[in-house]
């Protein structure tokens, strides 16, 4: 469970572009629930993320994770139990390195760093059973470095790599939207599997509403750093894209653009 409660934040405080983005800003995720966070750029979809994530500091309130504060945990040691995948393919894998030694690197996340070498390749053939069922051919290129793959290969290959290890929560930022429209596809249904496979807490920031609407137990749009949206279960399932897109619209007409 994920719990953000009366979270404040303010950028360039102090200064004549301060902005308060969340002002006594509140959500719970319930343990084994897939969200859908839409919202225009800026509304703190992002930022949202980060504050769990511990990339970015609040000015006050409280991340409670399984009951468990970690406020002021650093990002590294909440990384242990958090997955997480970014729109940039390039990130989340090392391109230098080969697919082997991506997976050894994932598969010790969390584990005490001790004299020994980095890869093991007994463990190859447990890898590539890992690789067979995203049908892209990777499992059959253990030494191609990973620079060399394409972008759905790469992201395919990040989000194994970011659910290998035994983890609560995890986080997508809008890990689709580098993609063709073809291989988000396969991205998105690889997305569904795996979360529910292991039944993970997870929250997908997204600009694509279709895959909002169809992915997911639960949606949630955001504006100026708050939650003007908020549908599950039933209600999300009976949710339409062009009712997301009329929020949008009136929103956009509110603002002036």
């Known amino acids: 469970m994920i719990e953000l409660k009366k979270i404040c ?3 360039n405080p102090g200064s004549v572009n ?3 983005l969340f002002h006594n800003f509140d959500l719970k995720v319930e343990s084994g629930e897939f969200v859908s966070v839409v919202g225009s750029n800026g509304s703190g979809k992002t930022s949202m993320l980060n504050i769990i994530c511990g990339s970015i500091e609040i000015d006050r309130g409280s991340i ?3 009951g468990n504060d970690i406020t002021g945990m650093k ?3 909440r990384h242990k139990r958090i997955g997480r995948v970014f729109q940039d393919p390039s990130k989340g894998t090392c391109p230098d390195m080969n697919i082997l030694e991506n997976m050894s690197i994932a598969d010790n996340k969390g584990k005490p760093f001790n004299l020994g070498r980095g890869t093991n390749r007994q463990k190859t053939d447990a890898y590539k059973d890992m690789l067979r069922p995203l049908n892209l051919g990777l499992e059959d290129k253990m030494d191609t470095k ?3 793959l394409s972008g759905g290969q790469r992201q395919a290959l990040s989000l194994l790599m970011s659910t290998m290890t035994p983890i609560d ?3 997508l930022d809008e890990h689709t939207a580098a993609l063709d429209p073809k291989t988000a596809e396969i991205i998105m249904q ?5 979360v529910k496979e292991k039944s993970l807490t997870t929250l997908m920031v997204t600009h694509n509403l279709r895959y909002a609407v169809e992915y997911g137990n639960r949606i949630l749009m955001m504006h100026e750093g708050n939650i003007i949206l908020d549908k599950r279960e039933e209600q999300k ?3 339409e894209t062009e009712e997301i897109m009329n929020i949008f619209n009136k929103i956009s007409v509110e603002c002036g653009n």
Do not use: P, S
């Open 9 to 11: 934040k303010n950028y």
């Open 18 to 20: 301060e902005i308060c």
């Open 64 to 66: 409670i994770v399984n």
């Open 75 to 77: 990002d590294y040691i």
């Open 146 to 148: 990973v620079g060399a």
């Open 169 to 171: 929560i995890l986080i």
């Open 190 to 194: 690889l997305t569904d599997q795996i």
């Open 237 to 239: 399932a009976i949710l």
